[in-house]
């Protein structure tokens, strides 16, 4: 589980970015130092494909989730929107893990809802991946095929805390 995230980023630079490949060295589960060491691949491999190791941690991001709807339907049952999968993220989804591999530290997640504002999803996380969140989220909007705009907000210059808001896709066009 360890490794888990270097090697699905690096599947993930192989499909997308075959010459860059290589760049990203080998993330062993015995060497790996878990899941903040896809942000080092990252930035390993962002020269050669061209995109900045954060942009690079948000397409991934997106990406996977559909990865991890296809390979985890059991995390997805009874979810319908990026709403509920964040607000059962908690009991649901990281309980689940905790109990496969209960070293592995997860990620936070929390909704702020204010009436009249758009719903907020407060990320932690030691690891430093709000990119890789901030994708997440966005392959969530778009597996629930939703009219949400993922916007990062506040956030710490570590990616150890961010604040996202889920506002409404403006409709453009007649």
């Known amino acids: 589980m360890r ?9 993930f630079v192989a499909q997308r970015f075959p010459a860059a490949a290589g760049d990203g060295g080998p993330c062993l589960p015995a060497t790996c130092l ?19 190791g954060p942009a690079l941690l948000q397409s991934f991001g997106t ?18 929107s990026t709403i509920d999968l964040v607000s059962r993220y908690e009991t649901h989804v990281a309980a689940e893990v905790a109990k496969l591999a209960p070293a592995f530290p997860l990620p936070s997640l929390a909704l702020v809802r204010r009436k009249g504002r758009p719903v907020e999803v407060l990320y932690r996380s030691p690891d430093g991946l709000a990119d890789l969140a901030e994708g997440l989220l966005a392959g969530s909007v778009a597996h629930f ?4 705009r993922v916007t990062r907000g506040r956030a710490d210059a570590s990616g150890c805390s961010a604040r996202f808001v889920l506002g409404r896709r403006v409709r453009t066009g007649a």
């Open 34 to 52: 878990g899941p903040g060491h896809v942000r080092a691949c990252a930035d390993a491999v962002a020269p050669g494909c061209g995109v900045p």
């Open 145 to 148: 095929e939703e009219r949400l």
């Open 63 to 80: 990406a996977l989730f559909g990865r991890l709807v296809r390979g985890y339907p059991a995390f997805f049952v009874g979810m319908r």
């Open 3 to 11: 490794s888990f995230l270097c090697a699905e980023f690096l599947d």
